[in-house]
């Protein structure tokens, strides 16, 4: 990928390895890791597609691309091997002796001391900076001829790191307990707090054991869900999500059936999460406006028979039930019962059915506005404000009469539109261009005919 930062001076603002590692972080005097703020830990946290965040990754993976193979190579060339959850960047491992070869190679010599005190620079000719990946010193001439590959394999790139402390076995550490190992332990204590022996010795935990009890419990959490690989295989398996579609179709097919059978009596509703009780609610108030509907159709029916088959004559002679002859007192209290009854019903089918009425005629209104309600609407323009010029920004000689979606800006004619966005299909332009007035990419070409 190459240096692009070889030929760039030193500043002494700079900390040591911007030009090294060709950082792109080109408004601060640091490179993202000396800008990294982060508390050091031993796993970083990544995402993996269809699996989600594990604790897996490095602490350089959200670097520029350059910082990031910078780290990577120089990890890889460090003698003796360094594990990633020993690192510490960019303290660990310590990049002092390749930065200080690196700078002889920027600079072109090397200063040497004599015996005598006197200083010689000797020329220091390598490969050009653009063949050079970050992380790793040019290739020699002799090198170059000999065809030698620049990788972490070559002992110009591997620089021997000082032992850390935790791998001195002479050093004597002092007892003491990180917050991290009083986590685990608390942790683990609560877990197997049945199964515990008092003569069991809490150790600490193993990095790659822990790395394989995270994957276990993965794998447990998938079985728990959708169960075992030799499930998911056999030909009657039903995924929990088809289970779940299913039991919402049901929940659909209960609920016309209710509608169908007339029922409209109220389910319990403890218990219940509010978009439940709401649906609940919503389908009661439909049953309740049918019912109402159809009550108020059927007694219209019974009136309209009873006029029907009453006796010609006065009106309000037919009507009187007590002037009718014959009939006895308790028939006529029945009737006057079942017509208060009627009455009643519909008194309440019509409270319904006009609440409905207005509510909609409420949302009607609302929607078909017009200018006399639009009362944040501004006051009307004078002429010269509503006067616009419409030359074409490009040429300055035709009409602009092309608009440029998604930004909307009508700048140009048709003849500078063919030049500067050519398109097909009428409309979608054939290569990557940008408006010219916010720069934004264009991505439709429409003409506007006025």
Sequence with gaps: MGTLTGGC????????????????????????ACADERPHSRTYRVYIDGVGFVQRGTRWQGYCWFCKEFWNNRLAATDPPLEVSQTRIPEVPDQADFLERWFEFHRGYRIVHQPDGTENRMSVLGEPWKEVSPGFLPRTL????????????????????????????????????????????????????EVESPDTQVAEPDIAESESIRQQRARERFTRLFGTRQDVEQDDYVSPLTTMYQRAYARYNE????????????????????????????????????????????????????????????????????????????ELREAVARMNSNISLIESATASVSSVIEAMRHADTDRNLDMDKQHDRPPPLEEEEMTKKLACSICYSQLANTALLPCGHMIMCEWCAEILIPVKHSHVPTRSTKCPKCRKQVKQRFKIHM
């Excluded at 620049?150 to 935790?166: E, G, I, K, V, Y």
């Excluded at 016309?256 to 439940?276: C, F, M």
């Design 255 to 330: 609920a016309e059936r209710i509608r169908e059978s007339g029922d409209t009596s109220a389910p319990p509703l403890d218990g219940l999460v509010e978009v439940e009780r709401g649906r609940i609610e919503q389908h009661i108030l439909w049953s309740v406006m049918n019912d109402s509907r159809g009550e108020l159709g059927r007694f219209a029916d019974s009136y309209r028979a009873s006029i029907a088959t009453a006796p010609s004559g006065d009106s309000m002679t037919a009507t009187s039930l007590p002037t009718i002859p014959g009939r006895p007192t308790s």
């Design 142 to 193: 002799d090198e170059m001829r000999s065809r030698r590959a620049n990788d972490a394999t070559r002992a110009a790139n591997r620089f021997r790191r000082r032992r850390l402390s935790s791998e001195d076995p002479d050093a004597v550490e002092e007892p003491h307990q990180s917050l991290e190992s009083a986590l685990d332990d608390l942790l683990e204590a609560a877990s197997d707090e």
């Design 9 to 32: 001076p030193v500043l002494d603002l700079h900390c040591p390895h911007k030009l090294a590692t060709s950082c792109r972080l080109t408004s601060t005097l640091n490179c993202c």
